[in-house]
């Protein structure tokens, strides 16, 4: 008799079907983890110049103006309008670098997950969101939008863009347009860039950015990323250079791994020199939670200062 057909393995869930299961534990966090402190811990002190006043006891020492105060032999400060909502946008420079895995879940799909896990925060807080998606061939700008919906579907667009071909050339960040994202959102807002980041000079446009933004960057690691495998001689397919490569785990390989990876953080923390700027996540880790301990990191720093 014959056997059974096997069967047949279910459909993937559509990016909007994913972002709702995400929506629920995005919630959960902000109204039982996070406290409602989510929108604090962007803004920080990113606010717009009003004018300057006569300092009084109990006003901010941070906020002196030393020129003016100089000037006319009494201290005064600046004073600050708070901007009224915060304008997220999220940058996903997409590489066929990311579409490695060793496990069950690529870099990709882990660092599409964290942006998911963002744009939603945004849409819980009743933030502006939007985002730039680049890649060796090209890029996609969606504006910030605001209201649960809006961006419920900027981020399935997100979610849905097929990742490049192993064979396309040149870093995502090439692509980048320094020049829309020096103009996509207004001053202070918050600028999130997600990719692999491989060992790089600090590209020409970023310090306007960093001036004009509040920068940070995830970046998600491969367990493989970390430490080889010390399986001994194995073959492994590499999306960055589109062919097999074969791992001996001799010594020259693992003093090549240690160089790359002391060159990768050396150019990750030019980019973001603030530790509370940058997030690093292994796919083998949760994601949502270790978003939270970043955003807790960077509430306990607010709060001391």
């Known amino acids: 008799m014959a056997a059974p057909a096997p069967s047949a393995s279910p459909a993937p869930a559509s990016p909007l079907a994913l972002l709702r299961q995400l929506e629920w534990r995005v919630r959960h966090a902000v109204e039982n983890v996070l406290s409602g402190e989510y929108r604090s811990t962007f803004r920080g002190r990113g606010m717009e110049f009003d004018q300057v006043v006569k300092y009084e006891f109990g006003d901010d020492v941070r906020d002196l103006d ?3 105060t100089a000037r006319l032999g009494e201290p005064y400060r600046k004073k600050f309008v708070e901007e009224r909502e915060v304008t997220l946008l999220v940058v996903f420079a997409d590489t066929p670098s990311l579409q490695f895995g060793s496990a069950d879940i690529s870099k990709r799909e ?3 997950e964290l942006a998911g896990f963002v744009m939603l925060l945004g849409a819980v807080n009743r933030d502006r969101v939007g985002f730039v998606h680049a890649s060796p061939t090209g890029h996609t700008f969606r504006a910030p ?3 649960r919906g809006a961006i419920l579907h900027a981020a399935a667009s997100l979610l849905a863009i097929p990742p490049p071909s192993v064979r396309a050339t040149g870093p995502a960040d090439a692509q980048l347009p320094w020049r829309l994202l020096a103009r996509a ?4 807002s918050v600028l999130l860039w997600l990719g692999d980041f491989p ?4 590209p020409e446009g970023w310090p306007v950015l960093q001036r004009r933004y509040q920068t940070m960057g995830f970046r998600v690691d491969d367990p ?3 430490a080889l495998p010390t399986r001994g001689l194995f073959a492994a397919y590499d999306p960055a250079a589109s062919r097999l490569v074969t791992l001996e785990n001799s ?3 693992r003093a090549a791994h240690a160089a790359w990876r002391a060159a990768r953080d050396r150019s990750w923390h030019a980019l973001f020199p603030d530790p509370l700027s940058r997030l690093v996540v292994a796919t083998d880790e949760n994601r949502l939670d270790a978003l939270v301990r970043f955003f807790n990191a960077r509430m306990r720093a607010g709060s001391r200062r």
């Open 66 to 68: 030393w020129n003016v």
């Open 110 to 112: 882990a660092l599409l």
């Open 145 to 147: 939008v605001r209201g």
């Open 185 to 188: 959102a207004p001053k202070h």
């Open 199 to 202: 060992p790089q000079a600090v």
């Open 224 to 226: 493989w990323e970390r």
């Open 251 to 253: 010594a020259a390989e």
